[in-house]
């Protein structure tokens, strides 16, 4: 699954979303401030392009991301408790684009975490559609079926429930949307999807399971978040959860695990210094250039 986002083509806008207070299970603390809707594309240099487009540098940093690799860390995958996955009857049952659909499943999503008792489908609709325009030409759906926000809200609680389990895991820690990925050199910053505390969250809605470019992606994080550690101590990512709440499917795994499994016995400083000669080099940065 060679994809962009969690759901093969798009992928979370900027906001400031922050749960605060202690771990409870409906996350009703969660709070939106100065949040708007991004109209922009990304650039083809943000973190999630580069980890897409330049494969060249996964292959020389982390040559054993294989196949095998892939499916021994799909293996360690989790269903969450009192969640079901979504039947593909009901997802075949929508007229929407499945792109569209899921987006709008997790913006509906957010609105539950931001403690809302009832889903508001226009506004769902609108920042799924600003989501989607980052990358292409969306247009507004005319209204969505029952089938369509059947689907949504199952994703969408799916969403909560398998957050607040990660949450309740981790004590006191906040629940923050779109937590800040640096940039280094050319390479923009970005966000990714969810973050509690050191551990970085990213969905997926596809009918399968994680693949490669997603693990590229999350490593791409840490790498930059390490990146930004050692110059500017910043806290250092230690755990990637890739969730997936049509599947009712995690996988959650310290980085230290994943990068000593694809690294090729380099230490952390030794695969630092070799991205930071990559990026350096020219042409890797013409090629980000002209994507």
């Not at 994680?210 to 790498?223: E, N």
Request: hydrophobic residues 45%.
């Amino acid at each position: 699954m060679a994809t962009l986002g969690r759901f093969g083509t798009v992928c979370l806008m900027p906001g400031d979303w922050v749960l605060s207070g202690k771990a409870n299970q409906r996350l009703h603390l969660f709070t939106l401030a100065g949040w708007k809707m991004a109209t922009e594309r990304h650039p083809a240099n943000d973190p999630r392009s580069v980890a897409r487009d330049i494969p060249g540098i996964f292959d020389a940093l982390f040559p054993q991301l294989t196949p095998g690799v892939v499916a021994h860390f799909n293996r360690k995958s989790y269903a969450a408790a009192n969640c079901e996955p979504i039947p593909p009857d009901l997802v075949a049952a929508s007229n929407l684009q499945k792109a569209m659909l899921f987006e709008v499943a997790v913006a509906a999503g957010e609105q539950l975490i931001a403690g809302n008792d009832q889903v508001e489908w226009d506004i769902c609709l609108k920042v799924a559609v600003g989501r989607q325009r980052q990358h292409f030409d969306a247009k507004l759906p005319d209204v969505l079926g029952t089938a369509d926000k059947a689907v949504a809200q199952w994703v969408a609680r799916n969403l909560v429930a398998m957050l607040n389990q990660i949450k309740a895991t981790v004590g006191d820690e906040v629940l923050v949307r779109s937590p800040n990925i640096p940039g280094y050199q050319w390479i923009a910053s970005g966000v990714g999807d969810f973050s509690v505390g050191t551990r970085l969250i990213e969905v997926k809605c596809t009918n399968k399971h994680f693949s490669s470019s997603d693990y590229r992606q999350v490593v791409m994080y840490w790498l930059l978040g390490y990146a930004s550690s050692v110059e500017h101590g910043t806290p250092e990512w230690s755990h990637g959860i890739l969730m997936n709440p049509r599947l009712n499917c995690i996988v959650k795994l310290p980085f230290n695990e994943i990068i000593s499994g694809i690294g090729a016995g380099r230490s952390k400083v030794e695969l630092l210094e070799l991205f930071s000669s990559m990026v350096g080099d020219r042409s890797f940065h013409m090629v980000g250039s002209v994507r």
